[in-house]
Each structure stands twice: as C-alpha cells, then as structure tokens.
C-alpha cells in the first residue's frame, strides 16, 4: 500500500515525500479512504501510531478541494481540540507540514502564555484551528474565534481529557458547533464513559481499533533495576555515562521530583533539562525544543510529557519513579520505539514500588527482565520508607484505581 493508492492529492504526496514517509501506517490505511467518504470515525489508537496524520491528511484534502467555493475572508473550517499544549504544538506542526503545498493556513492556540500572537493569527484568517480547550473557550469568549463554519471536528485523546477534567469545557465546545459536520473521536482507551461521550459527537460512524496498549509495551526492550531510594541518583548518573546514549527521557512522579533530578545530574556534569506544570510555557517549549534538535541530551518529565512528546528516535526512556497508574506506564515507555522504531526503557524500583511494578506487569501480561549486575543493587536490608507503608501502598493502589483522575492531575 502506498499514498497514492489512498487516492490523494499532489499537494499532498508531495508534502508526505519530503517528510520521508514512504508508506501510510495501518491507522492512515485504514482511516483516510473512510474519512475521505465523508464519515465519522471513531478511533481507538494512541500517539505514535501515525494518527496525527490519519486525520490530518483528509481534512486538509476535503478542504483543498472545495476552497474554491469559499470566497472572502478564511473562515475556520476545521477544529482538532487536544488536550495538553505540546500535543496542541505537535499536531500543529504536522499541519503546518501537509499542508506545505496547498493554499491553506493552520493555527495553534493554547494557554499559558500571552494571547497577542494567537489572536494576531487568527484576525490574518485561518483554514485549520489546534486548540486546547481553555484558551478555545477564552477566545471564543473575546469574540475572536467563532466556531459557526466548522465543517470537521476533531476530540483528539479523549480520555486524557476526562482524566484532566476537561469535560465541562468540552461539553461548552460542543454546543458552539454546528449541527451539520464531520467528526472525529480518537481516545487510546474505550472506557464507558468515553463511549457515551463519543455517542454524543458522532453520527453514523466508522470504527478503526489499532495497537492495543500492549503492543506498544512489545515493541520497546524493557528492563528494571531494583535500586534504594536513596541509590536512584547515583544509578541514573551510572547509566547515562555508561550508555551514553543521544536522548533520554528521565521520568518522575513530582514536579519537585524532577528539579531535584536536574539537580543531581547537573553535579555529576551532566546537562538536563525539566519540564512541568510549574514551569512557564516558554521554558517547557526551550527545553523540549532543544530536546528534539538534539542540543539537550535529558530531559526530566513529569507525566504531563508522557503523550504528548514525540521525539523521533528517541533512544532511552528511564521511569525514575515508576508511576502509580499502571497505564502510564505504557504511555511513558511509548515516548520511544515510535510509529516502527524499537526503543529501550529502564525502570527504578525501591521496595515502596514493587506493587505498582506488579500492577503494570499485569496489564502488560509481560514479566519485565531484571538488570542483576549494576552498580547499586537493592541487597534487600531496605526497609520501606515508613512503618506500614507498604500497606500504605496497597490501600494507595486501590484508591488510585477509583480515582485515577484526581492522583493524575495531582502528578502533572
Ligand atoms: P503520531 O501518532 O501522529 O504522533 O505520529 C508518530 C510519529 O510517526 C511522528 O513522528 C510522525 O511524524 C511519524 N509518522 C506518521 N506517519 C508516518 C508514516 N506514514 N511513515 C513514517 N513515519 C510516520
């Protein structure tokens, strides 16, 4: 299958050549002919399976082709509303690629930083509209963006955005739009609660199931280090020098958490960077940035990065903290072995952790590898970090799954 056999426009082709995609991954095999038809979708695939651009090529297409009956002034088409700003920024990006040779505009709007560009952009008019949902419903509100000509509509990673409490804001979106378009709906997961919200947004619709979150955990060789707490910086700072590998995300549970990391690494003289809630916009943009170019070699991460960074050839994802949420998990070792790379992950764990290590194992129904010989083994003599919290932990794991909502955005 190649993207000439999709039945694409030259714009197109031409756009996708320079990029050096040479055939379409099973998402856009299987998405762009249903969208092209005109029809709802309904996708449950994840980042890194090419689903930027399953949905992104179509709409650029269908409106390519009719722009000649739009006269006058641009008029925002087309909405694709993403929960996190860098995923906001990506898919903007990707946009911006496609449609490289046509005659359309895309824009990106998202919180946290100064509107003045973003309205700036939007008053020049604009074809294709990547927002997230505040800064959309802030602008809408100022009078600055109307969404009456929507024709497409996307909710892109649908459960992230439950999860992070968007759904009032959504709820508020989806009244502005018109009754008659074409929509969208990806979410990695299908849970009840995304279902009745798809069935609120879609009307008759396709359904494309791709890479069940376990497949994304095959592709990447997983090891874990049994490790102190308190031996953790130390055997980060042994295996970025022993590895030296090009990239590596390091994860952490905390925000103060990875400053401390920056902290330790930079002692060890080793340049890192983190990104989090408590950092401005500007700096998580510097810093992931420098990252992508390749000018940082670490980067430390709260699971606010764990979507929403794609970084081709990542090559090391090291989870400092392993995540009390099992499918983060997934989510964050995902940052590597993207669309059909291969990747490596390591993850820490001190004795607190060895439930959440037996909760993720299960839900990937792999027994992750143990690496025995590094420099700081836990000998066992470890006792949990206070009396009964290993108890402590359980009860957490159990409150944790009633209510990943809350632990979640805790964490970011
Ligand atoms: P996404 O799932 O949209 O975040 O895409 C994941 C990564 O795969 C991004 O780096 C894309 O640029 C890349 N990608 C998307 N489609 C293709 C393709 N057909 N061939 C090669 N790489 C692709």
């Known amino acids: 299958m190649t993207f000439n056999n999709l039945g ?19 998402i856009q095999e299987q ?20 689903k930027t651009a399953a949905f992104a090529i179509p709409i650029i297409q269908l409106i390519e082709q ?17 929960p996190t700003r ?26 946290g930083v100064k509107q003045g560009a973003q309205t700036n952009a939007l008053r020049g008019g604009v074809d294709i509209l990547v927002a997230t949902p505040g800064r959309l419903l802030d602008l809408i509100q100022q009078g600055y963006i109307t969404l009456k000509h929507i024709e497409y509509f996307v909710l892109d ?32 997961t299908m849970p009840k609660n995304i279902v009745a919200l798809s069935r609120e947004i879609l009307g008759n619709y396709d359904k494309v199931t791709i890479q069940p979150e376990q497949a994304t955990a095959e592709r ?20 970025i020098h022993d590895k030296n590998p090009e990239s590596t995300l390091v994860f952490s549970r905390t925000k103060h958490g990875a400053d401390k990391i920056v902290r330790k690494l930079s002692k060890a003289n080793i340049t890192a960077a983190a990104i989090h809630g408590n950092k401005s916009q500007n700096q998580r943009q510097r810093a992931l940035g420098d990252f992508k170019k390749g000018k940082l070699n670490v980067l ?27 499918e983060t998990y997934v989510h964050r070792i995902g940052r590597t072995g993207r669309a059909s790379a291969s990747g490596e992950s390591i993850s820490f764990c001190d004795i607190d952790e060895k439930a959440y ?9 792999q027994h992750i590898p143990v690496i025995e010989d590094h420099p700081y083994p836990d000998d066992g003599t470890q006792l949990p970090s206070k009396p009964g919290s290993n108890q402590r932990n359980n009860n957490n794991r159990n409150r944790n799954k009633n209510n990943r909502h809350r632990n979640r955005s805790r964490n970011r």
């Open 8 to 26: 694409l426009i030259q714009p197109i082709l031409e756009a996708l050549e320079e990029k050096g995609y040479t055939q379409p991954t099973p």
């Open 31 to 50: 998405a762009i002919p249903i969208l092209l038809k005109r029809r709802d979708l309904l996708g449950c695939a994840q980042t890194g399976t090419g």
């Open 66 to 82: 009719n722009k000649d009956d739009q006269a006058g002034k641009r008029k925002v088409k087309a909405l694709v509303v993403t």
């Open 86 to 111: 860098e995923l906001a920024i990506q898919i903007g990006e990707n946009f911006t690629a496609y449609c490289k040779h046509t005659r359309l505009r895309n824009t990106v709007i998202f919180g």
């Open 157 to 188: 990673e649908a459960d992230q955005m439950l999860d992070m409490g968007f759904i009032h804001d959504i709820k508020k979106i989806l009244a502005k739009l018109p009754k008659e378009r074409q929509s969208l709906f990806f979410s990695a």
């Open 220 to 239: 990447v060789e997983q090891a874990i280090c049994y490790v102190a707490k308190k031996d953790k910086p130390a055997l980060l700072v042994h295996l």
């Open 300 to 326: 430390v991460a709260t699971d606010i990065a764990a979507r929403g960074i794609d970084v081709s050839q990542l090559e090391l994802v090291i989870n400092y903290d392993l995540p009390n949420v099992a």
């Open 357 to 365: 290590l037996k909760d993720i194992q299960k839900l990937i129904g």
